[in-house]
C-alpha cells in the first residue's frame, strides 16, 4: 500500500519570507505526484504535478516543488509568500490506476 | 469552459434523513471521483465511476452509501439514513477520458452537516 506523509500540520511564515512544505512518500515505483491548495471553504486548486522528467516542478503561484527519488520526498517551495498563500496545502499520490491518495495537509499561517 | 459543479454546497439533514449530492463534470471528462474529507483530516477516495459503470467502490462504506453516474445529468451520491459521522465535505472530480491517473479537477464541493 502507498501513503503520503506531511510531518508539518501547522507552519506559520512571515510575508516575503520563503517557505517550504514536506512531502514524503512510500511506493516501490516513482507514483505521480501532485500539490494542491485549499482555500478556507473551497475547492482544491492543483499547484503543480510530476509525472517524469525534469524533477524540478514549476507550478502556479509561483510555487516549485522537486522530487527526490532517494528520499522519497516531493517538497514543495515559494521563495516569498504573500498573504493570499494562508491556506491548506495538500500533497498526494496516484499510481498507474486513479486513486488519489492524500496527505493529511499542512495549513499556512501567513502573518504581517 | 466551467469547471466541475457541485451542488448544494451546503446541506443540513437531520439523523435518518437521506442525503443526495451532485456532481456535473467538465465539460468532455467521462470520469468522475468521488472523495470525502473529514475533520482535520486529508481527502479519502470513495468510488471512482465512468458513464452508467461504477469501476471502483472500494472507498465506499459498506451500507446507505450509493454513487451512480447515468447516461444523462449528473454524478450522484447518495446516503441514506444520515448519521452525525456523515458530516464531511464530499468533494467530486473528474478527468478526461483515456488518461485515468492523470490529473483531477475538483469541484468546490458539499458540505455536509448532519444534526
Known amino acids: 500500500a502507498q501513503s503520503v506523509t506531511q510531518p508539518d500540520i501547522h507552519i506559520t511564515v512571515s510575508e516575503g519570507a520563503s517557505l517550504e512544505l514536506r512531502c514524503n512518500y512510500s511506493y516501490g515505483a516513482t507514483p505521480y505526484l501532485f500539490w494542491y491548495v485549499q482555500s478556507p471553504g473551497q475547492g482544491l486548486q492543483l499547484l503543480l504535478k510530476y509525472f517524469s522528467g525534469d524533477t524540478l516542478v514549476q507550478g502556479i503561484k509561483g510555487f516549485e516543488a522537486e522530487f527526490k527519488r532517494s528520499q522519497s520526498s516531493f517538497n514543495l517551495r515559494k521563495p516569498s509568500v504573500h498573504w493570499s498563500d494562508a491556506a491548506e496545502y495538500f500533497c498526494?499520490?496516484?499510481?498507474?490506476?486513479?486513486?488519489?491518495?492524500f496527505g493529511a495537509g499542512t495549513t499556512v499561517t501567513v502573518r504581517a | 469552459n466551467a469547471g466541475v459543479m457541485q451542488n448544494p454546497r451546503h446541506l443540513v439533514r437531520r439523523r435518518g434523513q437521506e442525503a443526495r449530492l451532485r456532481c456535473s463534470p467538465m465539460?468532455?471528462?467521462?470520469?468522475v471521483y468521488w472523495y470525502r474529507q473529514l475533520p482535520e483530516e486529508g481527502l479519502k477516495f470513495m468510488v471512482y465511476l465512468q458513464k452508467e459503470n461504477i469501476i471502483d467502490e472500494s472507498g465506499m462504506p459498506k451500507e446507505r452509501f450509493s454513487a451512480e453516474f447515468p447516461k444523462e445529468g449528473p454524478s450522484i451520491l447518495r446516503i441514506q439514513q444520515v448519521v452525525r459521522g456523515d458530516s464531511a465535505a464530499y468533494f467530486c472530480a473528474s478527468s478526461p477520458p483515456g488518461q485515468a491517473g492523470n490529473e483531477q479537477f475538483f469541484g468546490p464541493g458539499t458540505r455536509l452537516t448532519v444534526l
Open positions: 465539460k468532455g471528462h467521462s470520469h
Open positions: 498526494a499520490v496516484v499510481r498507474s490506476d486513479y486513486k488519489l491518495s
